[in-house]
């Protein structure tokens, strides 16, 4: 027995001399240490798993498509729904009511009534042309010195522009318009309700599209991850089973699947990401067109980083989740086995 | 050391492994634990590492009752016992150096401390030359030694085997037992579940014979024979 031999010996037998083994074996390992471990087994988790993914790189790189393509499908058309949110603000203008009063009514009584709907809750803003005013305006437009030379009098009438606050539904809307009509000496109260509904009915339809196909597409990913990780894990049953009987605990053994778990959620969403941005950059030109005719102006999409981001994150996350149920049940399974 | 206090498990399917089992080993003391294929040796030493809860009685080890015990504290204590198997158990891709220091790196010990002691242990039985090797092109008496080097690594108070010589032609298998008795000297507790009668003859330690799950005899104690 060489000396070193010897020592480790010794060491066995005064550690079998005392009293209490479990207790007095772990306060060897200082707590300090055992975060300094635990956080190194993360480090080498985080490696290991990522070496395994790049051992079978086609067997990963087809993983990665499949779930990169079922999170761009829901994100994409959030994007484009993102976009539609541009024509909603522009809607503010085409969703104006105009009020028309008649023409013997004053300006006074015009004014009175912007007034009381200044007051109202449903209005954001009123606007009063005065007949004079809207006259005067139309004769510059039309490079009319004197229009009375043509019509002796002033055709138009006094009237209100009501832009009606943005959060109000079509129906709303419609109420307030008929509202408007019952005023005295209003003559026409008008606005193109029919257009805001429609909108409105598609906006909300594409929403729900999303959302649902969003969810269904997630939980695809999250089967996909899952199913994946399930079959790594068959390949590496038989360290599972050796780790967990060195006395790792059921975290140590997952740590590594979740991790790769992880890896394709992060994988499958910067895939998305390039999907998403390529099927932008090739849609721009047809979204802008569209979207100009509905009276938007620009196709900023102000938070596109933060939206990528947060693709990233719920990626990263279903991925996480599918890992964790494909590794517990691995693990009931060991524990089942004995 | 190890407490059975009338032990039984039954299996999900019914079959009931163990039947009232009842016995004890003291702290230092080295057994073998005999009975036909079957008899439900296995079942016991999974009772002992935690890796099975009894259906009844009480399993106490190093003073914890393992029928109370929570799922995450099991793994704690399989941590202070060795356990050698009969098919070793070793990671074929890992080197013999890392399989020796798995057992450290899940208890969380440092690479410093990692190295001094798998190196102690691969010397102890023999394979300190070999320890950048991969487990493959060792033969089986090797392999079994690495086990045996990674079920001490950790200086468990408790050594469980499943027969250990299973595989291995009698001057090794000789060899091997030698490894244990030199622990048991030094004060550990050494298990063997085995039947190779003949190495048990020759060893004249105390002995445990299961039959159909039952504990019949305990060459310490005539009395229990059946």
Known sequence: MTRYSQRHHEQIASKASQPSTNRNRHSRVTFSRRVKTYLAHHKQSM????????????????????????????????TILGKLHTVTQGWDTTAQISVFFNPDIPVANAQLTADKLNDDKRVQAVKIIPAQTAWQDLQASMGLVDGNQIL???????????????????????????????????????????????????????????????????????????????????????????VKLMGATDGYVRRPFLYTGVWFGMGGSLIACLIIGISGYWLAPALLQLFTLYGANSLEAPAAILDMLALLGIGMLLGLIGAWFAANRQLRELRSEG | MIEFNHVSKRYSNGHDALTDVSFSLDKGEMAFLTGHSGAGKSTLLKLITALERSTA???????????????ARASLIRRSIGIIFQEHMLLMNRTVFDNVALPLEIAGFGPHEI???????????????????????????????????????NKPALLIADEPTGNLDPVLSAEIMQLFEEFNRVGVTVLIATHNLLLISAMQNRTFNLTHGRLTIDSDSEDIAA
């Open chain 1, 47 to 78: 490696i290991q798993s990522l070496k395994q993914l790049a051992q079978t790189p086609i067997a990963s790189i087809i993983t990665l498509m499949v779930i990169g393509i079922a999170l761009a499908l829901p994100f994409g058309l959030y």
């Open chain 1, 152 to 242: 002796p009098n002033n055709p138009l009438p006094t009237t209100l522009i009501i832009t009606p606050r943005s959060t109000l539904g079509a129906q709303s809307l419609e109420a307030l318009a008929n509202e408007l009509k019952q005023i005295q000496g209003v003559e026409i109260a008008q606005q193109d309700i029919a257009w805001v509904k429609r909108l409105d009915a598609i906006i909300e339809l594409a929403r729900r599209a999303t959302v649902l196909l969003a969810a269904l597409l997630g939980g695809a990913v999250l089967f996909i991850i899952g199913n994946t990780i399930r079959m790594t894990i068959t390949q590496h049953q038989h360290e599972m089973a050796v």
């Open chain 2, 57 to 71: 009685g009480d399993v106490v080890i190093g003073g914890y009752n393992l029928s109370k015990l929570k799922q």
């Open chain 2, 115 to 153: 190295k001094r002691r798998v190196h102690a242990s691969l010397d102890k039985v023999g394979l300190l030359h070999k320890e950048k090797m991969l487990p493959v092109v060792l033969s089986g008496g090797e392999q079994q030694r690495v086990g045996i080097a990674r079920a001490i690594v």
